[in-house]
């Protein structure tokens, strides 16, 4: 399996931010793994051309459940495939936050990814009173259950655990914590999909930096990172990328 090292520029980035994909690419990191960045919509096709004959995909961070039709201001999985999309988040925290998608929306959404052809990263996570409740497994395993389609395999599907309150807050859990939740989206995987699950990729994201990542990677069954604010900066990406390759 080769690993995933995945940004998510979220609302952030314009055609001069684009600068820090050339810088990424100059970089050259880390061959060992596969690179990504998900822009804006209205980045990704100008991403796709400057990234074109370098090892970077280029992503999208949300996709309507539906192929077309009247659904204003929405884009479908496969308009994303048309301007140079490989791979789409669904279900972020942020996303079932702000606009209140239910792990069956978000299952709906990575249906209609994978039958446009694009690589689905489908985000879970507890929230802080979840944990601090003791309830992190039962809602991580119940939002996969959901959220996962019965036809993901390992080469459409991967999973990016995100407690909530890490997100953006400089706080991650302990290195154990992180080994517990990636054990058991395993074993809950195979529940799931079967053999498929040995090669699901499955990312740690949340406050994810380049002075804690060759720890976070170090750990059992953490094949990669989604990256929030430090995949802004080419030179944080990219050491990121290479502890990731080097792990
Ligand atoms: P962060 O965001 O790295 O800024 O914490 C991670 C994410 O939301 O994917």
């Known amino acids: 399996m080769k690993k995933l090292a995945a940004g998510n520029w979220k609302m952030n980035g314009s055609l001069a931010a684009l600068t820090q994909v050339d810088a990424l690419i100059a970089a050259e990191p880390a061959p060992e793994c596969e690179m990504l960045l998900c822009p ?18 280029v992503g999208a961070q949300d996709c309507h459940a539906k192929a077309a039709g009247a659904h204003t201001g929405d884009l479908s999985a496969a308009m994303l495939v048309d301007a140079g999309a490989s791979h789409v988040i669904l279900g972020h925290s942020e996303r079932r936050a702000d606009h209140g998608e239910s792990s069956e929306l978000v299952r709906q959404k990575a249906e209609a990814a994978l039958a446009a052809g694009l690589i689905a990263i489908v985000c879970i996570g507890e929230t802080e009173a979840e944990r601090d409740a003791g309830e992190t497994l039962a809602v991580i395993g119940g939002q996969l259950d ?38 058991f989206l395993r074993d809950r995987l195979g529940q799931n999909i079967g053999a498929e699950a040995a090669g699901v990729r499955l990312l740690y994201g949340g406050s994810v930096k380049p002075s804690n990542a060759a720890e976070i990677f170090a750990l059992p069954d953490v094949d990669g990172a989604l990256v929030g604010g430090a995949s802004l900066k080419a030179d944080d990406f990219a050491a990121i990328v290479a502890a990731l390759s080097a792990a």
């Open 146 to 183: 959901a959220s996962v389609p019965a036809a993901a395999t390992a080469a459409n599907l991967v999973v990016a655990y995100e407690p909530v309150w890490a997100i953006g807050t400089g706080r991650t859990p302990t290195l154990a914590q992180i080994a517990e939740v990636h054990r």
């Open 40 to 57: 804006p919509a209205t980045l990704i096709a100008p991403m796709t051309a400057r990234a074109k004959g370098s090892r970077l995909w």
